[in-house]
T-cell receptor, first 118, second 117 residues
């Protein structure tokens, strides 16, 4: 397994500002992921972040809105830019452990960052 | 495309009651299947998983069996406790050689469970 921490745990932000969320893992991992959980909804993958390459974004998410950094194998950041109330969500990072050839294995999640945009 | 369908909640049970949360899936090939739990105010925790047909995942008294013939992965517990009150998510991860996007867990909408003393 992996122990994952996120900062901040929650924040209340004004419309038009940006917030950077940090994700720290206690071991080196290749794959890190960012998800969004809108109020009362399930999780949706925003992007996959591999160290040393550009993040891969899912349909409906763009780099200008959600820039991601992955400077090393234990750390990643997600920025929510030019925020609006529709961005109010829980943002979670996760890591994948135990990837075998051709088979995705288990993902472990951080505690999440609860963002409220006024 | 791949999808997960969970029974709608909320589900309210008395302590020591039997729990079943239904989960069915649509996927190409042989996905891995997971149950995650989200306690109030917390992030997701992996509850159990199964990676091939007829596998049974189990943890903390919860069980789920990977049924390929019915494309199901129902979650069960024989005697629930108040501390089991949480939202439960069924999820699948499609295998890469069947076009799965590595890391893309497909989640169900979640089922909220409330257990009363």
């Amino acid at each position: 397994s992996a122990v994952i921490s996120q900062k901040p745990s929650r924040d209340i932000c004004q419309r038009g500002t940006s917030l950077t969320i940090q994700c720290q893992v206690d071991s080196q991992v290749t794959m890190m992921f960012w998800y969004r959980q809108q109020p009362g909804q399930s999780l949706t993958l925003i992007a996959t972040a591999n160290q040393g390459s550009e993040a891969t974004y899912e349909s409906g998410f763009v780099i200008d809105k959600f820039p991601i950094s992955r400077p090393n194998l234990t750390f990643s950041t997600l920025t929510v830019s030019n925020m609006s109330p529709e961005d109010s969500s829980i943002y979670l990072c996760s890591v994948e452990v135990g990837v075998l050839a051709g088979v995705s294995d288990t993902q472990y999640f951080g505690p999440g960052t609860r963002l409220t945009v006024l | 495309g791949d999808s997960v369908t969970q029974m709608e909640g909320p589900v309210t049970l008395s302590e020591e009651a039997f729990l079943t949360i239904n989960c069915t899936y649509t996927a190409t090939g042989y996905p891995s299947l997971f149950w995650y739990v989200q306690y109030p105010g917390e992030g997701l925790q992996l509850l159990l998983k199964a990676t091939k047909a007829d596998d049974k995942g189990s943890n903390k008294g919860f069980e789920a069996t990977y049924r390929k013939e019915t494309t199901s992965f129902h979650l069960e517990k024989g005697s629930v406790q108040v501390s089991d009150s949480a939202v439960y998510f069924c999820a699948l991860s499609a295998p890469l050689n069947y076009g799965g996007s590595q890391g893309n867990l497909i989640f169900g909408k979640g089922t909220k469970l409330s257990v009363k003393p």
